[in-house]
């Protein structure tokens, strides 16, 4: 299957590629990636490496699902999470729509390129314990992970993530 040889150099190259965040969590005190962030990098390097990417609903999984296709052989993979509309004050549903849509594209992406964002959460949280930081009312972590096992089939479901 020629997408995971491709996926695997895109990745490296992502990784090198000096990826910056530019999101950021004033109240929690982390940076996050943004999908300005993610989008023109990460589409330039897929291509690169003769490689597509569509994000749908499925409802039948009532996930989200992002298809990583290679144009060589037409072999693809599919990462999922499950579909969450979150209930927020001062929005409207449509609103509320399009944050989980946003959402969900961005970690589709963290999860299929294994980019991770905890470091500076966690350097955060550390800071914190230490009394150096005093914006931060309470910190959980949840970290999210594929492991060499999920690799092995053609698609990587979310919906069984371990929390530490």
């Not at 009532?62 to 579909?83: G, K, Q, W």
């Amino acid at each position: 299957m020629q997408v995971k040889k491709q996926l695997s150099a895109a990745k490296v190259e992502i990784h090198q590629s000096g990826l910056k965040m530019s999101g950021k969590n004033k109240f929690q005190g982390y940076e996050y990636f943004t999908l300005d962030d993610l989008c023109a990098k990460v589409t330039q390097i897929l291509t690169k490496h003769d490689l597509l990417e569509s994000t749908t609903y499925n409802p039948d999984n009532n996930c989200y699902e992002l298809m990583i296709m290679s144009t060589s052989d037409d072999s693809h993979l599919i990462f999922r999470i499950p579909y969450a509309l979150p209930q927020s004050k001062g929005t409207n549903d449509i609103q509320a729509l399009g944050g989980s849509i946003t959402y969900s594209r961005r970690y589709l992406l963290l999860m299929a390129l294994q980019l991770t964002e905890t470091d500076d959460f966690v350097e955060a949280a550390i800071k914190h314990e230490q009394g150096k930081s005093s914006n931060l009312a309470d910190i959980k972590a949840c970290l999210l992970y594929t492991s060499d096992a999920a690799d092995e089939g053609l698609g990587v479901d979310l919906g069984g993530r371990r929390i530490i």
